[in-house]
């Protein structure tokens, strides 16, 4: 007696990701306005590996990253590895590897997966893909603004306008003089930046407490507070002064303001800080960054300043969907289906596919023979655009007849003008839609 097996149905792993065809499409059209955005300012795209020891994020990113959302594993020889959740001390390791051969300043970027160990939600998932982009070797305000620059250019490309996002915008160094006005020591001021960051996903109840642990008075508490309000006075900054006025000349300044409640978690950042947010406050950050002077000579190389942001796909996807923005995209390629009339007719409809694909047409042929009806259904179904059909009368002649199923108009071509009439079908079609 035979068993038979019992099916097994399998889940996707909590908080990863699936992509079907349309949704892969337009992951890509999000990817490249990315691509787009970076090349046009000079930035090379680079990639790194999906696992790097575990000791380099210990080392460089802020210990609630690696405590409770690195993803880590172990190697056979108990080595501690790290799926890597952010990107830029992999970019430090890079750069400390072969700085003596790059040619500065050194403008990347990269688009790729990253692993974090987090309560899956809307907009947040385990796995997920982030745009990386960094300028190293210049230590100017001016290089700061280049990346929020590239940042607003990006929201422009897509179609964010100032009045659906903002770039927020900061500076530690003035921050750090801030609290040593109000008094507070210099060995709080990570624990006190920490503070800040995590500020609105807080009650004041839990953050003055918190606070309160950390070591402040209730002086200090309220201090801090007024400056946390105070929206006016990024000109006491020469760095900010600079910095603004030169994002006024790349003409972004509408989609950037000073706030001084924005200060980034992660510890390796020195100077200038941003991150960029819906004006309503609907979403978590879109994308941040900022200015880090230390970090590819903490990782073993020489000193080199850097600055750069981080942008993840989800975030962005949510907000454009939120805005109307989110494209609908055809994933299928295929711009001609060539159809099968009849049996002795299969080995002409082959050729005549044949042809355009050596002509770089991207061509469906009708793999069995059916009723013509049936194959037009079938192209309307996948959004073809244009159907050759090949039938006696046309092979007679040497003609064929292409058929535009969005027009229902046809035309008949001689077949050895068809993919030269094609392309110029296809290019008309492409300059209509722009």
Do not use: H
């Not at 970090?295 to 981080?310: C, N, P, Q, Y």
């Not at 055809?330 to 002795?344: G, I």
């Not at 050596?358 to 244009?386: G, M, S, W």
């Not at 006696?392 to 046809?410: D, F, H, S």
């Amino acid at each position: 007696m035979i068993k038979t097996m019992a099916k097994t149905k399998f889940q996707l792993a909590r908080g990863f990701q699936d992509f079907y065809p349309q949704e892969l499409a337009e992951r890509r059209w999000l990817f490249e306005k990315m691509r787009e955005v970076s090349r046009r300012f000079g930035y090379q795209e680079y990639e790194g590996p999906c696992v790097e020891p575990l000791s380099l994020y210990v080392a460089k990113s802020s210990e609630e990253l690696v405590r409770q959302q690195t993803f880590i594993l172990s190697g056979r020889g108990g080595e501690k590895l790290a799926l890597r959740p952010e990107l830029t001390p992999t970019l430090a390791r890079m750069i400390a590897q072969k700085q003596i051969n790059l040619p500065k300043p050194i403008r990347w970027f990269s688009i790729g997966p990253r692993w974090r160990y987090e309560k899956p939600q809307k907009g947040r998932t385990r796995e997920f893909y982030q745009w990386d982009i960094d300028l190293l070797g210049i230590e100017t305000p001016e290089a700061d603004a280049e990346l929020i620059t590239i940042a607003a250019e990006f929201f422009k490309s897509v179609g964010l306008t100032p009045k659906e996002v903002v770039i927020k915008v900061n500076n530690r160094r003035l921050m750090e003089e801030k609290l040593n006005f109000i008094e507070i020591p210099p060995q709080l001021t990570p624990q006190i930046f920490r503070a800040i960051d995590k500020k609105e996903k807080m009650t004041e109840r839990k953050w003055e407490k918190w606070l309160e642990e950390i070591g402040l008075n209730k002086l200090q508490t309220r201090d801090l507070r007024k400056i946390l309000a105070d929206k006016d006075f990024a000109g006491e900054s020469e760095e900010l002064t600079n910095l603004f006025s030169t994002l006024s000349d790349m003409g972004v300044a509408n989609y950037v303001e000073f706030d001084p409640a924005v200060i980034r978690g992660l510890d390796y950042y020195t100077g200038t800080v941003f991150e960029a947010q819906d004006r309503a406050g609907k979403f978590r950050a879109i994308l941040g960054g900022g200015r880090y002077d230390n970090l590819v000579e903490t990782i073993g190389g020489s000193r080199i300043s850097g600055v750069g942001f981080a942008a993840g796909d989800k975030v962005v996807e949510e907000v454009l969907r939120k805005f109307n923005k989110w494209p609908t995209i055809n994933p299928l390629p295929t711009k001609v289906l060539v159809t099968v009339f009849n049996e002795s007719l299969y080995r002409e409809s082959l050729k005549i596919a044949r042809q355009l694909r050596e002509a770089k047409i991207p061509t469906e042929l009708y793999l069995t023979v059916d009723k013509l009806d049936k194959q037009l259904k079938y192209a309307n179904r996948q959004k073809i655009p244009y159907v050759v059909i090949l039938g006696p009368e046309e092979e007679e002649k040497r003609i064929v007849t292409v058929k535009n199923l969005k027009t229902g108009g046809q035309k008949t071509y001689p077949q050895e003008a068809l993919t030269k009439e094609i392309k110029k079908i296809i290019k008309s079609q492409m300059d209509n839609e722009e």
